[in-house]
T-cell receptor, first 112, second 111 residues
Framework: NAGVTQTPKFQVLKTGQSMTLQCAQD?????MYWYRQDPGMGLRLIYY???????DKGEVPNGYNVSRLNKREFSLRLESAAPSQTSVYFC???????????FGPGTRLTVL | KNEVEQSPQNLTAQEGEFITINCSYS?????LHWLQQHPGGGIVSLFM???GKKKHGRLIATINIQEKHSSLHITASHPRDSAVYIC?????????????FGTGTSLTVIP
C-alpha cells in the first residue's frame, strides 16, 4: 500500500496563478483532510471531508476550494494564489473522523 | 489563542538518555494524538489515546484527563529519534470536530 500520496512535491507560483494539489489514499478511509504548516505554528486545518460527497471548512478555508472526487481522492485548489499561501500543505486520511490520521509526504508551495 | 501547548520547544539529549516531552491543553478533549515529523517533512502517527497509557517499543505516552496533560517518553534515546514531536487534541466527540495541533518539540539526540 502506498498510503497517502500527494502531488506535486514542490511548486512555485506567481501571485494570481491557480493550481490544484492532488491527494489520494489507498486505505479505504472515509475521512480526508487538508492542512497547512507554517513556521512557528501548528498544523491548521483548511478543509476536510468526513465522507465521500461531503466537505466542510476548517480553521483557515479562505482562498481555497476542495473537491472530494471519490472515496480515494481529495483535491485542494488555489484559484488566485497569494504570497500568504506560501506554506507546506499536508493531506491526511482516517477511517472515520474520530480515528488517528495518516499523513501524506507534503507539498511545499511558494507563491512569489 | 492556542488550545495546545508543548514543552520544551527544543530539546537536545545524549544518546541513551530518557526523554520526556509535555503537552498541555486548555479545554475538554475526547482524544489526544502524538505525531512524529522527520527532518524530511513526513508525519507519522505514534499514538492516539483518550485515557491511561500506551506503549510501543521505546515510546510511552500517558494522559491525565483531569490535569489536561499528556507526556511522551522515549527510553534509551537514539540519534534516529531526532525529529519534531507534535501533540494534537480532538475537542468534542461529534464527527464534525477537528484536531488542534501544538507547534511541536524539536528533539536532537547526539551520539
Amino acid at each position: 500500500n502506498a498510503g497517502v500520496t500527494q502531488t506535486p512535491k514542490f511548486q512555485v507560483l506567481k501571485t494570481g496563478q491557480s493550481m490544484t494539489l492532488q491527494c489520494a489514499q489507498d486505505m479505504n478511509h472515509n475521512s480526508m483532510y487538508w492542512y497547512r504548516q507554517d513556521p512557528g505554528m501548528g498544523l491548521r486545518l483548511i478543509y476536510y471531508s468526513a465522507s465521500e460527497g461531503t466537505t466542510d471548512k476548517g480553521e483557515v478555508p479562505n482562498g481555497y476550494n476542495v473537491s472530494r472526487l471519490n472515496k480515494r481522492e481529495f483535491s485542494l485548489r488555489l484559484e488566485s494564489a497569494a504570497p500568504s499561501q506560501t506554506s507546506v500543505y499536508f493531506c491526511a486520511s482516517s477511517a472515520i473522523t474520530r480515528n488517528e490520521q495518516f499523513f501524506g509526504p507534503g507539498t511545499r508551495l511558494t507563491v512569489l | 489563542k492556542n488550545e495546545v501547548e508543548q514543552s520544551p520547544q527544543n530539546l537536545t539529549a545524549q544518546e541513551g538518555e530518557f526523554i520526556t516531552i509535555n503537552c498541555s491543553y486548555s479545554v475538554g478533549i475526547s482524544a489526544l494524538h502524538w505525531l512524529q515529523q522527520h527532518p524530511g517533512g513526513g508525519i507519522v502517527s505514534l499514538f492516539m489515546l483518550s485515557s491511561g497509557k500506551k506503549k510501543h517499543g521505546r515510546l510511552i505516552a500517558t494522559i491525565n484527563i483531569q490535569e489536561k496533560h499528556s507526556s511522551l517518553h522515549i527510553t534509551a534515546s537514539h540519534p534516529r529519534d531526532s525529529a519534531v514531536y507534535i501533540c494534537a487534541v480532538r475537542i468534542g466527540s461529534n464527527t464534525g470536530n477537528q484536531f488542534y495541533f501544538g507547534t511541536g518539540t524539536s528533539l536532537t539526540v547526539i551520539p
